[in-house]
Nanobody, 120 residues
Framework: QVQLVESGGGLVQAGGSLRLSCVAS????????MGWYRQAPGKQRELVAA???????NYADSVKDRFTISRDNAKNTVYLQMSSLKPEDTAVYYC??????????????WGQGTQVTVSS
């Protein structure tokens, strides 16, 4: 059973910083792309940032130059460093990973979500 467990959310003032972490655990062959999504109340879930196994990154326009995604393949962990936070960044942030089983079948996994609240 593969699990993604997020940590690092919380309450921060506008202009502040937070770092989210997500660890993948369980039995699998490899982790392919990993990413962070967010969902604000009344809105659809949207991609924030993604990173491939080779380190190529992709960001939503709204977070470019403020957020940085990275991963530690040895620790099966993906990070999201968030800086210059704005109230509109308030949302539940979800970790996502495309993971290959030992059978090479690929499955899309989600974490349980972590709340990020930015006060003005």
């Amino acid at each position: 059973q593969v699990q993604l467990v997020e940590s690092g959310g919380g309450l921060v003032q506008a202009g502040g910083s937070l770092r989210l972490s997500c660890v993948a655990s369980g039995r699998f062959f490899s982790i392919n792309s990993m990413g962070w999504y967010r969902q604000a109340p009344g809105k659809q879930r949207e991609l924030v940032a993604a990173i491939t196994s080779g380190g190529s990154t992709n960001y939503a326009d709204s977070v470019k130059d403020r957020f940085t995604i990275s991963r530690d393949n040895a620790k099966n962990t993906v990070y999201l460093q968030m800086s210059s936070l704005k109230p509109e960044d308030t949302a539940v942030y979800y970790c996502n990973a495309h993971i290959s089983a030992i059978t090479f079948a690929q499955t899309n996994y989600w974490g349980q979500g972590t709340q990020v609240t930015v006060s003005s």
